[in-house]
């Protein structure tokens, strides 16, 4: 394929011609589940997958977005019907469709204007404002996203772009933070005046923007003025302190890495940028998130306010509480400066210790174990003497590989539970 060109030479850097030859090889090693040839001559690639090819992070499957004259929702469904895949309509208004056909999502729509380069002045940001025509096998940036690539720089074309789509305001931070882009400043000015738009998006899709920005490297450069733009929707929503210091450099130290570095550091901060129940609730979030992040708010909370050890019992509630995230406690407690390095790697090393005994609370045997040998039937009672095994379990009590131990204990306690009864009888009826 030729390589020709609609702008001109970037500053420095990668060329128009040289983005061009980047293109034409990626459209030849990339195979979506269609062949390139079943589009129509006047399809043009658009958008993230153009920006990551000429950022060299393109996935060997990744979303593809393209647009076309006209027809959008007509050509998934010639697509689906010729090679297979699910279509979905986006917005049968302005002919806005998808295919997803296994690992591949390929979103088509047609173009907003008489022209291409109209509809990509209409796009959100400049760097994903530059397109490639396949029919032609040409580069087209109109709006100059090429040069602010090399320079690395997020660059939103007009307010009124972002007026039409407010999920934008969110998707500046975030594609600032996966890219490493500083953003223009009058696009900041204009990010924040049209932040108390955000609530006419559906919750669920700035919930997901919110969850892509806190997995990006870099997020914690703009989780701040995130969190500022949010209070201008929602401005009973006040961000927790340190989240500029919620960095992967922060994570490392602590020890973590790989999936749990991620997803931990993920929770941390999504936690603190939404800040308030009150948000929570308003985007929607499922109640097993709405759990997951009230437990780690209360216990942010109980560990700033304490001005001593926690007490066993609440040792003991705190871990069963944050089986899974204990991780993201701590990154936020080292954020806030409420717990050292050293403290925090010792957790985290108990935490990663499957038979940590309180990490992972647990009985150390179980309730059938224990009808069995102490003739018991199931009901509160079982499960008191259950909580107190695990307790004592938990603060190194009990000698969890002698059974006969762990049973004298339970007879112990079940008789001082007993005692405890009788006396509370007498006084009952004494006082009658």
Same mark, same amino acid.
């Given at each position: 394929?030729?390589?020709?060109?609609?702008?001109?030479?970037?500053?420095?850097?990668? =060329?128009?011609?040289?983005?061009?030859?980047?293109?034409?090889?990626?459209? =030849?090693?990339?195979?979506?589940?269609?062949?390139?040839?079943?589009?129509?001559?006047?399809?043009?690639?658009?958008?993230?997958?153009?920006?990551?090819?000429l950022l060299g992070r393109l996935r060997d499957n990744p979303d593809v977005d393209l647009t076309v004259p006209r027809g959008a929702v007509q050509l998934c469904r010639q697509l689906a019907s010729r090679?297979?895949?699910?279509?979905?309509?986006?917005?049968?208004?302005?002919?806005?469709?998808?295919?997803?056909?296994?690992?591949?999502?390929?979103?088509?729509?047609?173009?907003?204007?008489? =022209?291409?380069?109209?509809?990509?002045?209409?796009?959100?940001?400049?760097?994903?404002?530059?397109?490639?025509?396949?029919?032609?096998?040409?580069?087209?940036?109109?709006?100059?996203?090429?040069?602010?690539?090399v320079r690395r720089r997020l660059r939103c074309l007009a307010a009124a772009n972002l007026a039409a789509d407010p999920l934008r305001v969110l998707r500046g931070y975030r594609l600032a933070a996966e890219l490493g882009c500083a953003i223009e400043e009058r696009t900041r000015q204009w990010l924040q005046q049209a932040a108390p738009q955000l609530g006419m998006v559906a919750s669920e899709r700035v919930l997901a923007e919110l969850e892509r920005l806190c997995q990006a490297p870099l997020a914690h450069h703009w989780l701040?003025?995130?969190? =500022?733009?949010?209070?201008?929707?929602?401005?009973?929503?006040?961000?927790?302190?340190?989240?500029?210091?919620?960095?992967?450099?922060?994570?490392?130290?602590?020890?973590?890495?790989?999936?749990?570095?991620?997803?931990?550091?993920?929770?941390a901060r999504l936690s603190g940028v939404l800040g308030a129940q009150s948000v929570v609730e308003r985007l929607g979030c499922s109640r097993r998130q709405q759990r997951q992040w009230q437990r780690l708010d209360h216990w942010r909370q109980v560990w700033t306010a304490s001005t001593a050890r926690l007490t066993e019992d609440q040792q003991l509630q705190l871990h069963l509480d944050l089986t899974d995230d204990l991780p993201a406690l701590l990154l936020v407690l080292l954020a806030q400066d409420r717990l050292n390095l050293e403290e925090a790697r010792l957790w985290l090393h108990r935490w990663q210790d499957p038979a940590d005994p309180l990490?992972?609370?647990c009985c150390p045997l179980s309730g059938h174990r224990l009808q069995q040998s102490l003739s018991l039937s199931p009901g509160p009672r079982l499960g008191a003497l259950m909580a107190f095994l695990r307790h004592e379990n938990a603060f190194g009590r009990l000698i969890v590989h002698d059974e006969a131990s762990i049973l004298d204990s339970a007879r112990q306690w079940l008789q001082q539970a007993a005692d405890s009864r009788q006396m509370?009888?007498?006084?009952?009826?004494?006082?009658s």
């Open positions: 394929m030729a390589s020709e060109t609609t702008t001109g030479d970037a500053h420095s850097g990668l =060329t128009p011609q040289e983005a061009g030859a980047q293109l034409d090889s990626a459209v =030849t090693r990339l195979s979506p589940p269609f062949p390139w040839g079943a589009l129509p001559g006047d399809a043009v690639l658009v958008g993230g997958v153009v920006r990551d090819v090679w297979g895949g699910t279509v979905v309509v986006l917005d049968q208004a302005r002919d806005m469709g998808r295919l997803v056909h296994g690992a591949w999502t390929v979103d088509v729509a047609a173009w907003d204007g008489a =022209t291409m380069a109209a509809d990509l002045g209409r796009r959100d940001f400049s760097l994903n404002a530059m397109a490639y025509h396949l029919g032609q096998g040409t580069f087209h940036d109109p709006c100059g996203g090429l040069q602010d690539l701040l003025e995130t969190g =500022t733009v949010l209070q201008a929707w929602l401005p009973m929503a006040p961000p927790w302190p340190g989240l500029e210091r919620l960095s992967h450099q922060l994570a490392v130290a602590l020890g973590l890495e790989g999936e749990s570095l991620t997803g931990q550091l993920a929770l990490c992972h609370p509370s009888t007498r006084k009952e009826a004494g006082s």
